[in-house]
T-cell receptor
Framework: QKEVEQNSGPLSVPEGAIASLNCTYS??????FFWYRQYSGKSPELIMS????GDKEDGRFTAQLNKASQYVSLLIRDSQPSDSATYLC???????????FGKGTKLSVIP | EAQVTQNPRYLITVTGKKLTVTCSQN?????MSWYRQDPGLGLRQIYY???????DKGDVPEGYKVSRKEKRNFPLILESPSPNQTSLYFC???????????????FGDGTRLSIL
């Protein structure tokens, strides 16, 4: 059974701080990694994808991937109250059509 | 507008009464999938489809059926619903499936099912 682990939180950070969200996965053959944001009562929306080791930046968001250590992280710089949501890590295995999600980390940005 | 449309959005029904949740996408996506989301358990995949007439089980397929007769539609069928199927259900689609593709999944707005 492929597993994706996240701390459930809640993770509370003050406005303007950096929020750091972490995710580990069990399938060493995983190739595609995604971060989704889900506001309460809404559907998940993709905010970042990463496929190779290293960092990928998009605005205030940076995804980091370390395949050797089997972890992927999401940094949110200059956190805003509107970033308060649950962040879902999702992982695809090699040659797999399945996307496995972690249980999500709830982030709360305090004004 | 590119979208995944689920119906109904909300449904309260009784044990054993067959129901169908419809899902339709207008992006010509090959891959479609159903998830259920439960508190503390996260998003779990029920079934997925790689293309017309090609479906496969996800992690929690028991009690569900699907069909993919047309590319745009992927209905979820509960033949004999039970209270443990009370959940929030999401349909999603992407151009291709996972595994190396760079195509993210687009989610519908969700269907909240309550089985009494």
């Amino acid at each position: 059974q492929k597993e994706v682990e996240q701390n459930s939180g809640p993770l509370s950070v003050p406005e303007g701080a950096i929020a750091s969200l972490n995710c580990t996965y069990s399938d060493r053959g995983s190739q595609s990694f995604f971060w989704y944001r889900q506001y309460s009562g809404k559907s998940p929306e993709l905010i970042m994808s990463i496929y190779s080791n290293g960092d990928k930046e998009d605005g205030r968001f940076t995804a980091q991937l370390n395949k050797a250590s089997q972890y992927v992280s999401l940094l949110i710089r200059d956190s805003q109250p509107s970033d308060s949501a649950t962040y879902l890590c999702a992982v695809n295995g090699a040659g797999s059509y399945q996307l496995t999600f972690g249980k999500g980390t709830k982030l709360s940005v305090i004004p | 507008e590119a979208q995944v449309t689920q119906n109904p959005r909300y449904l309260i029904t009784v044990t054993g009464k067959k129901l169908t949740v419809t899902c339709s996408q207008n992006m010509n996506h090959e891959y479609m999938s159903w998830y259920r989301q439960d508190p503390g358990l996260g998003l779990r995949q029920i079934y997925y489809s790689m293309n017309v007439e090609v479906t496969d089980k996800g992690d929690v397929p028991e009690g569900y059926k699907v069909s993919r007769k047309e590319k745009r539609n992927f209905p979820l069928i509960l033949e004999s619903p039970s209270p443990n199927q009370t959940s929030l259900y999401f349909c999603a689609s992407s151009f291709q499936g996972g595994g190396g593709s760079n195509q993210p999944q687009h989610f519908g707005d969700g269907t909240r099912l309550s089985i009494l």
